[in-house]
């Protein structure tokens, strides 16, 4: 709904000044909608192909920049920044890999493994003797011990190994395994947006797009305290009044899409428009209104028995064609008809 649109519909449909007045302190002047219109019309890669929220795209791309041995560029900077911010923020003694190891190791040869038993992302570094466990999860939770198995699984397979497990969520939940560090995605945006500080000299200009647009996508969409939920938490707590009032009249699509069927019923001189609702448009050529199928009941008001009906539903349209109840026979002859 367009600004313009807003204040004509103020203007035409509302009943005092107060709900006008408050319509049109939102949309004048408004410096903090024009900030949240102008971050939602930045181009952004990751939205335009509609993969904001699918986590193995989330993993494909982490691995990625997890990989020394990619293209992008990076050698180990993003692996050992991300390694040593996630165990920085671990509590527990005895961890078996501090930040302080993991500043002085070389990480080039480690090898970066997807879907490995079923593991998100499963690092590992053979002269070191290290394995990197990451489960990844944006919208979804752990299934029970699921964590477990993973570890349990890597100590089997690589026994001599320190392991590291991370357990990345949008807010950093924390795990139900306790040998597991919980981690934020804003640790990630953080890593991101430091490298393109950092790094923006050396990094290639299509690596560059591509993980600006990330670290973007990251703190419009995942991270909880992103700069569009700043906005938009700013903008209700000032135009409570105003937002309240266009969520209640917002356009009611289904009601749309029945009202423009059944206006094409009506402009069709060879259709008779029978009983109809939100959900359900029903009509009939008019060679088909006669006494021999009108003999319905516990249907329609019209007692016709034989109806095209549009089924408006907010997942699906379609279009179907209804033998009615009523005298068996009549169904029957239809029913062989068809």
């Not at 947006?193 to 950092?198: A, G, R, V, Y």
């Amino acid at each position: 709904m367009t600004v313009h649109n807003i204040l004509r519909f103020g203007k035409v449909h509302m009943d005092g000044n107060s709900d006008y007045e408050a319509l049109e302190n939102f949309v004048v002047a408004n410096s903090h909608l024009e900030s949240l219109e102008t971050l939602l019309e930045r181009f952004n890669i990751f939205e335009a192909v509609g993969v904001v929220r699918q986590e193995l795209r989330h993993s494909n791309l982490l691995a990625f920049l997890l990989d020394p041995n990619q293209t992008h560029g990076l050698g180990e900077a993003f692996l050992k920044r991300f390694l040593q911010r996630a165990a920085s923020g671990m509590q527990t003694t005895g961890l078996a890999v501090t930040p302080i190891d993991l500043d002085t190791w070389d990480l080039h040869g480690a090898t970066v493994h997807r879907e490995w038993q079923n593991i998100d992302i499963l690092i590992l570094e053979e002269s070191l003797e290290l394995a990197i466990i990451i489960e990844n999860k944006i919208d979804g939770t752990e299934s029970p011990g699921q964590l477990k198995k993973y570890r349990e699984t890597v100590a089997k397979n690589f026994h001599k190994f320190k392991m590291l497990c991370l357990y990345l969520t949008p807010e950093g939940e924390i795990p139900s395994d306790e040998n597991y560090i919980a981690v934020s995605y804003e640790l990630i945006c953080q890593v991101v947006e430091n490298l393109l500080k950092t790094k923006e000299s050396v990094i290639g200009r299509d690596l560059l797009i591509l993980i600006r647009n990330y670290a973007e996508m990251l703190r419009r969409h995942i991270v909880g305290e992103s700069e569009i939920t700043r906005l938009c938490q700013q903008i209700y707590r000032k135009h409570q009044p105003a937002l309240d009032l266009i969520f209640e009249h917002k356009p009611d699509l289904q009601a749309d899409i029945r009202q423009y069927l059944e206006d094409l019923v009506d402009r069709n001189t060879e259709l008779l428009k029978d009983h109809c609702s939100k959900a359900y448009i029903r009509f009939l050529p008019r060679e088909w209104d006669e006494p021999r199928l009108s003999k319905g009941r516990d249907w329609v008001p019209s007692n016709r028995m034989l109806l095209f009906v549009f089924h408006n539903f907010p997942s699906e349209l379609s279009l179907r064609l209804y033998i009615g109840p009523g005298e068996q026979e009549v169904r029957k002859k239809l029913f062989g008809m068809a």
